[in-house]
T-cell receptor, first 111, second 112 residues
Framework: QKEVEQDPGPLSVPEGAIVSLNCTYS??????FMWYRQYSRKGPELLMY????GNKEDGRFTAQVDKSSKYISLFIRDSQPSDSATYLC???????????FGKGTTLSVSS | ETGVTQSPTHLIKTRGQQVTLRCSSQ?????VSWYQQALGQGPQFIFQ???????GRGNFPPRFSGLQFPNYSSELNVNALELDDSALYLC???????????FGPGTRLTVT
């Protein structure tokens, strides 16, 4: 079992839809949870990060962490064609040295 | 504020050769981490340098080595290149070896 599991998709939605992206993990030592967005042939861009369990909102994006279920989510409201990219979840323990990534979910938003 | 930069953008090498990739950290950051991203996969941690010392290493063989300089820029060296080393090599910078890591655009290495 990989430490971080993420459905690679692809996920196709119409413009304006609410998108839900998810990851599960197995290592209970993970404390910090990140979401990155990666456009084709570019480096990952940090979207949001959360510590431990709870919700965090930033504009159209909401990150949720449920440590009891070892499950994290990223919600995108009012999705736009410019949101079309690969979304990577990443997490790390208290030391914060190595980020452990999922495989990424490819999202396509059509206008 | 200057972001993370990497050079070169693309590189083609032959199996058995050696390669050096370079990274300049974001201004104010003192930590550089290197990741390898194969096609269709998430990035995999190679190692991290904090204040010029190696501060953690992933499951990569010793032919992957690195350096960090006093200005916090960094190099990744790979010896005896193998076909499976073909990937996007990403550098990320952070402050004090923290989890908030910001990535550069990457160097795409092709080994033939």
């Amino acid at each position: 079992q990989k430490e971080v599991e993420q459905d690679p998709g692809p996920l196709s939605v119409p413009e304006g839809a609410i998108v839900s992206l998810n990851c599960t993990y197995s290592n209970s030592a993970f404390q910090y949870f990140m979401w990155y967005r990666q456009y084709s042939r570019k480096g990952p861009e940090l979207l949001m990060y959360t510590y431990s369990s709870g919700n965090k909102e930033d504009g159209r994006f909401t990150a949720q962490v449920d440590k009891s279920s070892k499950y994290i989510s990223l919600f995108i409201r009012d999705s736009q064609p410019s949101d079309s990219a690969t979304y990577l979840c990443a997490m790390t323990n208290q030391a914060g040295t190595a980020l452990i990534f999922g495989k990424g979910t490819t999202l396509s938003v059509s206008s | 504020e200057t972001g993370v930069t990497q050079s070169p953008t693309h590189l083609i090498k032959t199996r058995g050769q050696q390669v050096t990739l370079r990274c300049s950290s974001q201004s104010g950051h003192n930590t550089v981490s290197w990741y390898q991203q194969a096609l269709g996969q998430g990035p995999q941690f190679i190692f991290q340098y904090y204040r010029e010392e190696e501060n953690g290493r992933g499951n990569f063989p010793p032919r992957f080595s690195g350096l960090q300089f006093p200005n916090y820029s960094s190099e990744l060296n790979v010896n005896a290149l193998e076909l499976d080393d073909s990937a996007l090599y990403l550098c990320a910078s952070s402050l004090d070896a923290g989890y908030e890591q910001y990535f550069g655009p990457g160097t795409r290495l092709t080994v033939t």
